[in-house]
């Protein structure tokens, strides 16, 4: 038996392993209700950091009451200890309710605001191209370009790369990911 087989026959007889998905790139969306209290805030990052886990977008705005915000994270984590870290969440003191929506059907949306320097001549163009994408010229100027759209992460990461190939991007303002689950039931008050 030469070398080449050795090889492929010892692949064959290894324990399959190629398939098994990266555990560490699964991403969650997690929304939290979180009491609008100095400090509570730090406190909900800290679980994250603490675990080594990065949060690559972060969202936090009043609710229709103005004593809770509802903070929308996104980080990428096996499934296991993205749970561990709802259930820490959920013990927090200034913690109202948790989920996180990647378990179950969700809408999601982003926005991005893009500030572009087109030459005169691509104009109608790119303003054709925006109109299409379903974004919308805020102002025309063709030193200073601006644009706005909100859809998926997907759809907002193609815009920014199309547009960049067509003009110069000046500036690129994302909000991250904002999401909704579809289900008729609010996000839970945790008691």
Do not use: C, W
């Not at 969650?28 to 886990?53: C, D, K, P, W």
């Not at 992460?153 to 815009?159: D, L």
């Amino acid at each position: 038996m030469d070398r080449a087989e050795t090889v492929i026959l010892a692949a064959a007889m290894a324990p399959q392993t190629i398939a098994q998905p990266n555990l560490q790139s699964m991403r969650h969306i997690i929304a939290i209700h979180l009491q609008n209290e100095a400090g509570a805030l730090t406190r909900v990052t800290g679980l994250f950091s603490t675990r080594g886990y990065n949060i690559e977008s972060l969202s936090v705005a009043a609710t229709d009451d103005p004593s809770v915000s509802r903070v929308t994270l996104v980080t990428k984590g096996a499934d296991g200890v993205i749970l561990q870290i709802v259930n820490q969440l959920n013990k927090l003191v200034d913690v109202v309710a948790v989920e996180d929506l990647t378990r179950g059907e969700h809408i999601e949306r982003e926005l991005v605001v893009l500030k572009l320097r087109v030459e005169p001549q691509l104009i109608d163009s790119v303003r054709g191209y925006v109109v299409r994408a379903g974004g919308r010229v805020l102002a025309p100027s063709p030193e200073s370009f601006v644009v706005e759209l909100t859809a998926s992460e997907a759809e907002v990461s193609q815009f920014v790369t199309d547009l960049g190939e067509r003009t110069e991007i000046v500036e690129v303002v994302r909000s991250g990911a904002l999401a909704v689950g579809r289900s008729a039931r609010a996000l839970h008050v945790v008691r």
